[in-house]
């Protein structure tokens, strides 16, 4: 079992930057895929970002592509998004996922989830 807490969302201006961290539970956390979703308002849940256990290949949505960074400290149990020139369309709540499965960007791989953090961004 795997408990996830996110933490740093926030309001923020167009262009401008957050972190998210994501701590978790569990002493197998290094062996994990964690991941990053987003859902705003009316819309399907999103893929955002995801990063293996072991070696920690990186993966990220076309959307989000040079803009957000995932990383992962395992000796933390923390993997962070780093979230830089925002737009008003990334706008949504952020969740953090994890599976034990290799990289899947289908939200129905990942078996936990935290709650949630929100993310608004400002025109």
């Known amino acids: 079992q795997v408990q996830l807490v996110e933490s740093g969302g926030g309001l923020v201006q167009a262009g401008g930057s957050l972190r998210l961290d994501c701590a978790a539970s569990?002493?197998?956390?290094?062996?994990?895929?964690m991941g990053w979703f987003r859902q705003a308002p009316g819309k399907e849940r999103e893929f955002v970002a995801a990063?293996?256990?072991?070696?920690?290949?990186?993966y990220a949505a076309d959307s989000v592509k040079g803009r957000f960074t995932i990383s992962r400290d395992n000796a933390k149990n923390t993997v962070y998004l780093q979230l830089n020139s925002l737009k008003p369309e990334d706008t949504a709540v952020y969740y953090c996922?994890?599976?034990?499965?290799?990289?899947?960007?289908?939200?129905?791989?990942?078996?936990?989830w935290g709650q949630g953090t929100q993310v608004t961004v400002s025109s």
């Open positions: 996922t994890a599976t034990r499965n290799r990289y899947c960007a289908d939200y129905r791989c990942y078996a936990y």
């Open positions: 569990g002493r197998t956390f290094s062996s994990y895929t």
């Open positions: 990063i293996t256990g072991g070696v920690s290949t990186t």
